[in-house]
C-alpha cells in the first residue's frame, strides 16, 4: 500500500552547469511538484560513480515526496574515466585522473548554482570519496550558505587508502611524460576498479597535507564550522570497532563544527541498495532538526 508520501508529485529535472575553469558537468534535480522556501540536498558521487546512480536516484526521489530539494551533481572525477568539454577542448578525467584539488572548482558551482536559484539552505552531502571533495572545498572557499555536510560511508575522509608501495613507478610514469598510464591494479584497495592513474597518485602528498593535514596544518575537517551528520552501512565489510574509529576521528579533528552526529544505517552497503529510503528518512529528518534549533537561536537573539 502506498503511503502519502509515496503518492507526492515530484518534479525532476537534467541541469548543466560549468565548473570554475569552464568545464561542462551534469546533474540531475529531484523537487516537490509545488514551490516551496526548502532546504537543497546536493548529493557528491563516490569513486567510480556518477550522478545518476540508480541508488541516488531512489534516495532522490524519496527526498523530495518528504519536502526536500535534492540535487545528484557529478564532479569531473565521475566514473572510472571521463571525457570533459571545456571552452578549450577535452579534458581526460574520472576517478582515475582526478586531482582532489581541483575538486573545489566543480563542488563550489553547484554551490553556487544552487544558491542562485533557490531561496532556502543547503545541505552538502558526500558519498565516500565525494565528502572529502566536500571538506577541501570548505577549507578552501568557506561555508557560506550551508545548513550542514553529511559523510555518508566515508572512511577515505580520514585515512589514506591508497597502497604506499608505489610511489617510485608513478614518479618514473610522470617523469616520462605518461602519467595518464593506470599503475597496477590494487594499487586503489576497496575500490572498484582499483587503480589509478600515475599523475594523479603523485599527488598523494598533497592529499595529504590538504586532507589530512600534518607538520603544522590541521586537516581540512578542521575548518567544517557547520554541524555534521556521519554514518556508515552495518553491511558495509567494516568491524564495529573501524567504524567506531571513523566516528572518533571525526569528532576529534572537526573542531569548529557545533555538532556532530552519527549513525548506523540497518542493512545498508556502502551503495545503499535497498536501503534508499532510510538514507532520505534520515536526510528529511537531520534537516528537520537543524532548523528546530536554528529557529530556536533566533527566538533566543
Not at 572512511?155 to 608501495?165: A, E, F, I
Amino acid at each position: 500500500m502506498k503511503t502519502a508520501a509515496d503518492s507526492t508529485e515530484i518534479r525532476e529535472q537534467i541541469l548543466h552547469v560549468h565548473s570554475q575553469d569552464g568545464f561542462t558537468l551534469a546533474g540531475c534535480l529531484f523537487e516537490p511538484s509545488v514551490p516551496a522556501d526548502t532546504t537543497t540536498v546536493i548529493w557528491i558521487h563516490g569513486v567510480s560513480l556518477g550522478f545518476s546512480e540508480p541508488e541516488y536516484v531512489e534516495i532522490g526521489r524519496a527526498v523530495a515526496r518528504g519536502g526536500l530539494r535534492f540535487l545528484s551533481v557529478e564532479t569531473r572525477g565521475h566514473n572510472f574515466g571521463a571525457w570533459l568539454r571545456g571552452p578549450g577542448g577535452s579534458k581526460l578525467a574520472g576517478s582515475a585522473w582526478e586531482y582532489l584539488s581541483e575538486a573545489p572548482m566543480d563542488v563550489s558551482a553547484w554551490r553556487k548554482y544552487a544558491l542562485d536559484r533557490w531561496a532556502g539552505r543547503i545541505i552538502l552531502a558526500g558519498h565516500g570519496w565525494g565528502a572529502a571533495k566536500i571538506v577541501v572545498d570548505i577549507a578552501e572557499r568557506g561555508s557560506n550558505g550551508l545548513a550542514g555536510v553529511v559523510f555518508a560511508s566515508s572512511g577515505s575522509l580520514v585515512r589514506d587508502q591508497l597502497d604506499p608501495s608505489n610511489v617510485g613507478e608513478a614518479e618514473t610514469l610522470v617523469a616520462a611524460g605518461r602519467g595518464w598510464q593506470l599503475l597496477p591494479w590494487g594499487t586503489r584497495p576497496g575500490m572498484a576498479p582499483n587503480t589509478v592513474s600515475a599523475q594523479s597518485y603523485a599527488k598523494r602528498p598533497r592529499v595529504h597535507r590538504d586532507l589530512y593535514g600534518g607538520s603544522g596544518q590541521p586537516p581540512a575537517l578542521a575548518s567544517v564550522d557547520v554541524p555534521i551528520l556521519a554514518w556508515f552501512g552495518d553491511s558495509e565489510g567494516r568491524s564495529d570497532g573501524e567504524i567506531e574509529g571513523f566516528f572518533d576521528r571525526i569528532r576529534r579533528d572537526a573542531l569548529a563544527a557545533p555538532q556532530v552526529h552519527t549513525k548506523m544505517l540497518v542493512g545498508g552497503s556502502f551503495l545503499y541498495t535497498g536501503t534508499e529510503l532510510q538514507v532520505a528518512r534520515h536526510l528529511v529528518t537531520w534537516d528537520r532538526m537543524l532548523n528546530k534549533s536554528r529557529r530556536k537561536k533566533e527566538g533566543s537573539l
